[in-house]
């Protein structure tokens, strides 16, 4: 079973930054697509960055936010910088199809496994 456990949330002033992490387990996060999802109250669900054998982002991003692996540890990060407020919302750490079968894709339609979320605040 592709389980997703995601921490690192929390409380910063605008242009801060913050780290989030969505540790894996069942599967290795080498061989999977990995998004990171957010969705705030009242707004529809955005696509902010995923990767898989290449990475993508949301166009809000600009530059922003890097996702990386780190298969040592079978997690994948999100370091976000320059956080504005209107980055406040829930995220969402997602798992995709195998890479080796949609080596081209990245932001998919479905994903497979969801984490519980983690609040990112951004506030002064």
């Known amino acids: 079973q592709l389980q997703v456990v995601e921490s690192g949330g929390g409380l910063v002033q605008p242009g801060g930054s913050l780290r989030l992490s969505c540790a894996a387990s069942?599967?290795?996060?080498?061989?999977?697509?990995i998004a990171w999802l957010r969705q705030a109250p009242g707004k529809e669900r955005e696509e902010v960055a995923c990767i898989g054998s290449r990475t993508d982002y949301g166009d809000f991003v600009k530059g922003r936010f890097t996702i990386s692996r780190d298969s040592a540890k079978n997690t994948v990060n999100l370091q976000m910088n320059g956080l504005e407020t209107e980055d406040t919302a829930t995220y969402y750490c997602?798992?995709?199809?195998?890479?080796?079968?949609?080596?081209?894709?990245?932001?998919?339609?479905?994903?497979?496994?969801w984490g519980q979320g983690t609040q990112v605040t951004v506030s002064s």
């Open positions: 069942g599967f290795s996060v080498d061989d999977y697509i």
């Open positions: 997602v798992s995709g199809p195998r890479i080796s079968l949609y080596p081209a894709l990245c932001f998919v339609s479905q994903y497979a496994g």
